[in-house]
Antibody, heavy 119, light 107 residues
Framework: QVQLQESGPGLVKPSQTLSLTCTVS??????????WSWIRQHPGKGLEWIGY???????YYNPSLKSRVTMSVDTSKHQFSLKLSSVTAADTAVYYC???????????WGQGTTVTVSS | DIQMTQSPSSVSASIGDRVTITCRAS??????LAWYQQKPGKAPKLLIY???SLQSGVPSRFSGSGSGTDFTLTINSLQPEDFATYYC?????????FGQGTKLEIK
């Protein structure tokens, strides 16, 4: 059974870069059947899809965040990563890594990690 | 982006009731719609994909229907563990987008 686990700093200063890593266990990140995604949820709010990376390294970023987002994948470590630059308080959220089955939704989620942007 | 609008925003119901939540897309998305359940402090859980397909392990009291722009999630015979927030998501085109959520509360 595939499991995902986010890791990274829980506190980031304004204007700095948020960096998170997701480790995939119990399954292969190199499966061509899935996209590997990041989704966030602002406190008490709904869900915002940030983007995905494919095992080959191809990406799609939400246009609302595209100028600040970079995703990468390291198949040898079974990990994929998110970088969000120039963060502000508006980027404070729970960040989830997830597995997307194309056209079918997000079937596996990490537990989520809270990132607070504050000086 | 495709906008997803859920209604109602919140609903109160009793154990054993039947509840229906609707989701409308701003443009046609065929049957590429998913439903999720989220409990406080937890990640969302996939319930329904492709509008009406039940995810493995999800109780059969959950069902989904619709196509094009209008979709429904129905929960028959509400159980205590069903009180949560429900989200729809379109998986027709990127960026994937979610509805604003429907909070199901105990009456």
């Amino acid at each position: 059974q595939v499991q995902l686990q986010e890791s990274g700093p829980g506190l980031v200063k304004p204007s700095q870069t948020l960096s998170l890593t997701c480790t995939v266990s119990g399954g292969s990140i190199s499966s061509g059947d899935y996209y590997w995604s990041w989704i966030r949820q602002h406190p008490g709010k709904g869900l915002e899809w940030i983007g995905y990376i494919y095992y080959s390294g191809s990406t799609y970023y939400n246009p609302s965040l595209k100028s600040r987002v970079t995703m990468s994948v390291d198949t040898s470590k079974h990990q994929f990563s998110l970088k969000l630059s120039s963060v502000t308080a508006a980027d404070t959220a729970v960040y989830y890594c997830a597995r997307d089955l194309p056209a079918a939704g997000t079937d596996v989620w990490g537990q989520g990690t809270t990132v607070t942007v504050s000086s | 982006d495709i906008q997803m609008t859920q209604s109602p925003s919140s609903v109160s119901a009793s154990i054993g009731d039947r509840v229906t939540i609707t989701c409308r897309a701003s443009q046609g998305i065929s049957s590429w719609l998913a439903w999720y359940q989220q409990k406080p402090g937890k990640a969302p859980k996939l319930l329904i994909y492709a509008a009406s397909s039940l995810q493995s392990g999800v109780p059969s009291r959950f069902s989904g229907s619709g196509s094009g722009t209008d979709f429904t999630l129905t929960i028959n015979s509400l159980q205590p563990e069903d009180f949560a927030t429900y989200y729809c998501q379109q998986a027709n085109s990127f960026p994937y987008t979610f509805g604003q959520g429907t909070k199901l509360e105990i009456k």
